[in-house]
Structure formats: structure tokens, C-alpha cells
T-cell receptor, first 116, second 111 residues
Framework: NAGVTQTPKFRVLKTGQSMTLLCAQDMNHEYMYWYRQDPGMGLRLIHYSVGEGTTAKGEVPDGYNVSRLKKQNFLLGLESAAPSQTSVYFC???????????????FGSGTRLTVV | SQQGEEDPQALSIQEGENATMNCSYKTSINNLQWYRQNSGRGLVHLILIRSNEREKHSGRLRVTLDTSKKSSSLLITASRAADTASYFCAMTTDSWGKLQFGAGTQVVVTP
């Protein structure tokens, strides 16, 4: 099925551990995004990418790094996890709004991360 | 601070009734979108309305946009139990398309 796939779906980390969240899309979307969702706060943009090999900071980038080595994949890394990073992480992708017209995002099903 | 705010935060209705939720935002937008999120799932795109549009329909959904008041509303007609979800408004403020989300409205539709 076409769409956005996130792995893993659940993870528990100890403070200070590192991990990488993987996002893969098969829709040939140019843009990809990482959001975090916390209760009562909606979604906040962590980092995004406007094409292969590019990344940019969003609203809450501190403590995270990203890479987009291939167009279909967008990785989110936590180098030294902190309890404040306990959240649900969503990846999304979209067409290039300037060249292909603005349309909705396609979201993955999320990764629930707990840092203890 | 968040660009968008939804009102009400929670809404409980019976099947067959209409559900209306509102979204207010702070700065000029390029377009505004509405998403649905079922419990424990990702967000699903419902509808997009551009800044030069005033009203848009999609099935049982009706969206309005008033740029002079910086507000939008989502109406779900003839609600069904399957409409139980959280609904989020999101907007872009530039041509690069980055979405900024509100905190959402939780809608519960009881049979």
C-alpha cells in the first residue's frame, strides 16, 4: 500500500541512549517532515526536508538531528535521549508546493517514544 | 506560540447531529487545511481551502474561511459514530508549505 511507513512503532529508551527513527515514503514526494505530538499542544515541526540531501530546522529542533540521503527516506536521530523527548513522533510527506501545487500531507502512523 | 487555536477543545454530540468546530489563527495564511486523527493513529487530510476561497465542500464536510476575521470553521453534517476523532486545523504562511497545527478539537459521536 502506498503511503508513509514509520519504524519502530514503539520504543522505550533510557536517558542518555541514542536511537534513530526511520520514515519511508513511496509516493515520490519531494518534501518530508518530522513532527512531535504532545498532549494539548497539537503537532510541532522538528525538522523538514525539501529534497534529497537537504534538511532544515523547524520549530523545536534542539536535541534532534536528521538526514535525507535518499529521496524516499527521512531519518530522525536522538543522540542523547532526555525525558522531555517522550512524545509521539509523526513523519509526513508532501508534493513540492511550488512546482506541483499545494496539497495535503500524508502522515505515517507514528512512533510512541518513552524516555525513562 | 501556536499559530492556530481550535474551539471548542471538546465536543460531544449524538449520531445524526451536526458538529461544528472553529479555528482562529494569528497571521496571514496561504491556505488552511483540516485533518482528522483517530485515537492512536496518524493524521488524515480532509480538506484544503486556499486564502482566496471562502467555502469548500467535500461529502459531509463543509469548510469556511474568513480571512478578515482570521478564522475558519469545519462543519460535519449528519454525524456518525465513525466520525469520533480529533480534528486539527493547520495552516501555511509561506509558499514553502510548512504546516503549523492547532491543538485540536476532540469530537465524540454517540450512537
Amino acid at each position: 500500500n502506498a503511503g508513509v511507513t514509520q519504524t519502530p512503532k514503539f520504543r522505550v529508551l533510557k536517558t542518555g541512549q541514542s536511537m534513530t527513527l526511520l520514515c519511508a515514503q513511496d509516493m515520490n514526494h519531494e518534501y518530508m517532515y518530522w513532527y512531535r505530538q504532545d498532549p494539548g499542544m497539537g503537532l510541532r515541526l522538528i525538522h523538514y526536508s525539501v529534497g534529497e540531501g537537504t534538511t532544515a530546522k523547524g520549530e523545536v529542533p534542539d536535541g534532534y538531528n536528521v538526514s535525507r540521503l535518499k529521496k524516499q527516506n527521512f531519518l530522525l536521530g536522538l543522540e542523547s535521549a532526555a525525558p522531555s523527548q517522550t512524545s509521539v513522533y509523526f513523519c509526513a510527506s508532501s508534493y513540492h508546493p511550488r512546482t506541483e501545487g499545494m496539497d495535503g500531507y500524508t502522515f505515517g502512523s507514528g512512533t510512541r517514544l518513552t524516555v525513562v | 506560540s501556536q499559530q492556530g487555536e481550535e474551539d471548542p477543545q471538546a465536543l460531544s454530540i449524538q449520531e445524526g447531529e451536526n458538529a461544528t468546530m472553529n479555528c482562529s489563527y494569528k497571521t496571514s495564511i496561504n491556505n488552511l487545511q483540516w485533518y482528522r486523527q483517530n485515537s492512536g493513529r496518524g493524521l488524515v487530510h480532509l480538506i484544503l481551502i486556499r486564502s482566496n476561497e471562502r467555502e469548500k465542500h467535500s461529502g459531509r464536510l463543509r469548510v469556511t474561511l474568513d480571512t478578515s476575521k482570521k478564522s475558519s470553521s469545519l462543519l460535519i453534517t449528519a454525524s456518525r459514530a465513525a466520525d469520533t476523532a480529533s480534528y486539527f486545523c493547520a495552516m501555511t504562511t509561506d509558499s514553502w508549505g510548512k504546516l503549523q497545527f492547532g491543538a485540536g478539537t476532540q469530537v465524540v459521536v454517540t450512537p
